[in-house]
């Protein structure tokens, strides 16, 4: 057997220097740590595209129902940005098509100079909806007041959801847990820096979707019960004048 080596007459030892117990413990907590995050931070998007499977249709091939409703996505200058008028014609043609009787516009107008609503409504009426067929929700403050308010204000139990194709899940999702039951037209747009914005925004709003449906919390502005929607449809249903 070959002795260890030997500097100035005095014996070498080799040494492995071992890893504490205590701090590979450490490392193993951390990493399941960070496995479980993950798994908690991507819970509630999964959650999204399982309960809206089956769900998502195009202008052509949605259930025909009374009622469309659309979500507000900004403005600029006084007019829908692109993103709007997107939703916004895609309404126009379930209009046309016969496939709604009556839209259902809802937004932000939570300061006098800016009406989202009323924005919404001029722009339709552009595209051919009459306007006694657009009803106006001036409350929409977000996705989950949208749906509660279209369900105990303005009555609607059945809809088609009108948004882009990264947010509609999560539209048709909230509309069902607060009563709408509800198919959902995803309106595509190119690949821009706006849309991947869309897409990261909504990982993070998926667990406040979540939080919503388990809490149920009341709209921001909830008041009375308004007939705009019934009466719009008996407008509708009304045979034309001769």
Not at 10 to 20: D, E, H, I, K, L
Not at 52 to 66: H, I, K, N, Q
Not at 69 to 75: E, I, N, R, S, T
């Amino acid at each position: 057997m070959r002795a260890p080596p030997t500097t100035g007459g005095v014996q070498m030892r080799r040494t492995t220097r071992r890893t504490p117990d205590g701090t590979r413990r450490g490392r193993r907590r951390l990493v399941r740590g960070a496995v479980l995050a993950c798994v908690l931070a991507l819970a509630p998007a999964t959650w999204l595209h399982t309960s809206t499977a089956g769900s998502l249709r195009t202008t052509a091939d949605v259930p025909a129902r009374d009622v469309a409703v659309v979500f507000g996505a900004g403005l600029w200058k006084g007019r829908p940005t692109p993103y709007l008028a997107h939703r916004l014609d895609a309404a126009a043609e379930l209009y046309r098509t016969g496939k709604v009787k009556v839209v259902l516009v809802t937004g932000d107008n939570g300061r006098v100079e800016y009406d989202e609503p009323d924005a919404m409504r001029a722009y339709l009426v552009e595209q051919g909806v009459p306007t006694t067929r657009v009803v106006s929700d001036h409350a929409g403050f977000d996705t989950w007041d949208s749906c509660v308010r279209a369900k105990r204000i303005f009555g609607v139990d059945r809809a088609v959801l009108v948004t882009q194709d990264f947010h509609i899940r999560r539209a048709v999702a909230l509309c069902r847990a607060a009563g709408v039951d509800s198919y959902g037209v995803g309106v595509g747009e190119p690949r821009d820096a706006v849309w991947y914005q869309g897409q990261v925004r909504e990982l993070a709003a998926a667990g406040k979707a979540a939080a919503d449906v388990v809490l149920r919390p009341d709209p921001t502005f909830l008041g009375h019960r308004e007939p705009g929607v019934a009466q719009a449809l008996a407008a509708a249903d009304r045979p034309a004048a001769d």
